[in-house]
């Protein structure tokens, strides 16, 4: 079955430095891979996916991350953060059954900006 | 284009009591799916309507169920509230059901049961 770990629940950062927040997946087939952001009382929005092709995704706001396989991983990083950045990060892997794909996500991690 | 909309945004119910969630989609986004936020359990998968046909479920007991009109609308029911229902219930839609597609969410629906 399909899993996802985030490896820090909570990352603290000074603002402008460079962030990498850290997801593992397990998968015996092929997948596809998200990154959503939710800012407080908000739902979730889609920073960057990985379906196929180049391994390194960018996505919105600065943020890419890097699908690597072997190590069945895909951080997600930023060379510089604000303090808008502040937020939750999930980390998801898609599921197909039977034609109809869901979602798994990771526990999210808690990204803080200090200034 | 106006995004997924949700109604409510709070509820407050008691415990025994039924629940209905509505979602309104990305105008023409034929699926829609639903997943319960909690801080204990994070995101779990409730299911996923296509077309009027429910296409995959989570597991969750049959309290737990939904709908889907034929304007792609989408209801979720909640019957004989328990406390640990108490989330945040996302409603997400998509174009298709393709596997890699992107959902775009709406704001939740904060439910409390006392």
């Known amino acids: 079955a399909q899993s996802v770990t985030q490896l820090d629940s909570q990352v603290p950062v000074f603002e402008e430095a460079p962030v990498e927040l850290r997801c593992n997946y397990s998968?015996?087939?092929?997948?596809?891979l998200f990154w959503y952001v939710q800012y407080p009382n908000q739902g979730l929005q889609l920073l960057l996916k990985y379906l196929s092709g180049s391994t390194l995704v960018k996505g919105i706001n600065g943020f890419e991350a890097e699908f690597n396989k072997s190590q069945t991983s895909f951080h997600l990083r930023k060379p510089s953060v604000h303090i808008s950045d502040t937020a939750e990060y999930f980390c998801a892997v898609s599921v197909v059954i039977q034609g109809a794909q869901k979602l798994v996500f990771g526990q999210g991690t808690r990204l803080t900006i200090n200034p | 284009k106006a995004g997924v909309t949700q109604t409510p945004r709070y509820l407050i119910k008691t415990r025994g009591q039924q629940v209905t969630l509505s979602c309104s989609p990305i105008?023409?986004?034929?699926?829609v799916s639903w997943y319960q936020q909690t801080p204990g359990q994070g995101l779990q998968f409730l299911f996923e309507y296509f077309s009027e046909t429910q296409r995959n479920k989570g597991n969750f007991p049959g309290r737990f169920s939904g709908r889907q009109f034929s304007n792609s609308r989408s209801e979720m029911n909640v019957s004989t509230l328990e406390l640990g229902d108490s989330a945040l219930y996302l409603c997400?839609?998509?174009?298709?059901?393709?596997?890699?597609?992107?959902?775009?969410f709406g704001p939740g629906t904060r439910l409390t049961v006392l």
């Open positions: 997400a839609s998509s174009l298709d059901i393709a596997g890699g597609r992107e959902q775009f």
């Open positions: 105008s023409g986004h034929r699926s």
């Open positions: 998968s015996s087939v092929s997948v596809y």
